[in-house]
């Protein structure tokens, strides 16, 4: 072992990158010669947990204000190549003192190319950048702006655009909650809509934004108080031959009592207004009572008929989930309802595997809601009781100062060496959201986690909810066949991964597994 310097961890007080260009900067050092670790992250409470994790020491007083870095070299520092150090491995270009002044060099390149003003261009033509919403927008000629910058400073910038006479998209979450209120109602005055806070996806007039798949277009407007509900909405239509025309994201707050749909309603009314629109979905988590009160109402003084979509059990009209939904909507436009694609293990598996606790890793919220409600169903009410536990990985609290794992999968890799190494655990569920914005290639991460897991026990059985189209940059089909190859049944629709794993949990046959499935069924246009 080398006995120069192996790591360094430093605080950049008061300097800010977003989320997004942090995770970029930390693979791209980690993957540099010699580099056993590296993270570069605000130091919020949880990026702070996570360093800890990783070995390092924590810096006292970092903040979630400070930019944190950390780097730590490999043991000799060579990357499998000893002829260039020197005796010790301390020297020389390759050891642990080159290998660390190697990072630090290209961290400083890095955080300095993502920082304010980097890049030099001059958006919209001539002349000095745009300092504020309303001028630049005045120079594209725009009615819609999209901001993501941290949620507490998200307001004045959301005014600005509302006073520019723009509709706002806020993809920012952490937003306080009577923000939100005030935006919306200013918008509401203005004829204007707020898409959000914490509004992930949209696809207006065919273009995606945020975390959008490619689907086909068609005659469906969505109204999406659930980003991941309305890929998956979008996912399974686009299998059965038919696409999306509008998808308008409001923020999963919308329904709440505070806000009241606001949002929802302008949706609404818009989609209706829109005679291309043949259909309307309304996609959400349970909505407080009066907001689906007013929903119902406001969808009922529409032309346009309206399918609402929650994932929630029951024998109201908003039962089944999404994939349930997704046939309503079929059988309303008067179309087939495919068999959902699914794609069985190719690797055997032992007797009885999967028979123990279901513990399912989410990137998407209302994709953990659904198979939670599937879980109940067949696992009973009180999942706690049996060990079942079910994480949304995309919950506030572990995206503070971190990007969304749609994006980075490093807390729920870290999560599933966990539970896999759990004895109690026989079934891991999670989620694979496909799609523009998101991770180009999760199961490059998680195949190789999922068999490694599977291959350390006997009784592990793995299940993956696939969320996106064969159209999609990481190409559905690819990304099926991989998760299949490492050992997991695959399934297209969420409620059927949530119901495989549960039957498997419980240790009973059911969720059609073992039917062979060639990817192009479901597929076919109608």
Known sequence: MSGGPREFVEVLAGVYRDSVTLMRVSRSVGELSGIDAAMAAMGTELNLEVLARMGFAVPDGAGPADLVVAVRTTEDGTDGDDAANGPDGADGANGPAGALERAREALDGLLRDAGPGAGGGVPFGEGPPARTTASAAARADANLALLSVPG????????????????????????????????????????????????????????????????RPGPVGVVAASGTGAQQLMCLLDAAGVGVRHVLGVGGRDLSPAVSGRSSL???????????????????????????DLIREAARRLDTPVVLALPAPGGDDVAGGLTAAAERVLKALGRPVPDWPRWPAVRSRAPGAGAGALRGLFAGGTLRD?????????????????????????????????????????????????????????????????????????????????????????????????????????????????????????????????????????????????????????????
Request: net charge negative; hydrophobic share 45%; glycine share 12%.
């Open 370 to 526: 659904e198979a939670e409600a599937v879980a109940r169903d067949l696992l009973g009410w009180d999942l706690e009781r049996g060990g079942h536990r079910l994480r949304d990985f995309g919950d506030d609290a572990y995206t503070r100062g971190r990007p969304h794992p749609m994006i980075d999968p490093t807390l729920r890799l870290e999560a599933l060496a966990r539970e896999a190494a759990d004895p109690a655990c026989g079934v891991l569920l999670l989620d694979a959201v496909l799609g523009y914005g998101a991770d180009p290639d999760p199961a490059a991460s998680f195949a190789p986690a999922l068999a490694a897991a599977l291959d350390g026990r006997d009784g592990l059985a793995a299940v993956v909810s696939l969320c996106g189209t064969p159209a999609d940059p990481q190409d559905r089909d690819r990304q099926a066949a991989a998760f299949a190859g490492a050992g997991a049944d695959v399934y297209a629709s969420n409620a059927e991964a949530a119901r495989r794993a549960a039957h498997l949990a419980a240790g009973t046959a059911g969720g059609r597994a073992e039917e062979p499935h060639g990817t192009r069924r479901g597929d076919a246009d109608g």
């Open 266 to 292: 302008a949706a609404l009314a818009a989609l209706g207004a829109d005679p291309a629109t043949e259909l309307i979905v309304l996609v959400a988590k349970a909505p407080a009572a009066r907001s689906a």
């Open 152 to 215: 507490p400073h998200v307001f004045p910038e959301a005014m600005d655009a509302l006073d520019a006479g723009l509709n706002v998209m806020i993809f920012s979450d952490n937003v306080p909650l009577d923000q939100e209120v005030a935006l919306k109602e200013a918008a509401a005055r203005r004829g204007l809509l707020v898409m959000g806070p914490d509004c992930g996806t949209a696809v207006v007039g065919g273009a995606g934004l945020g975390f959008a798949n490619a689907v």
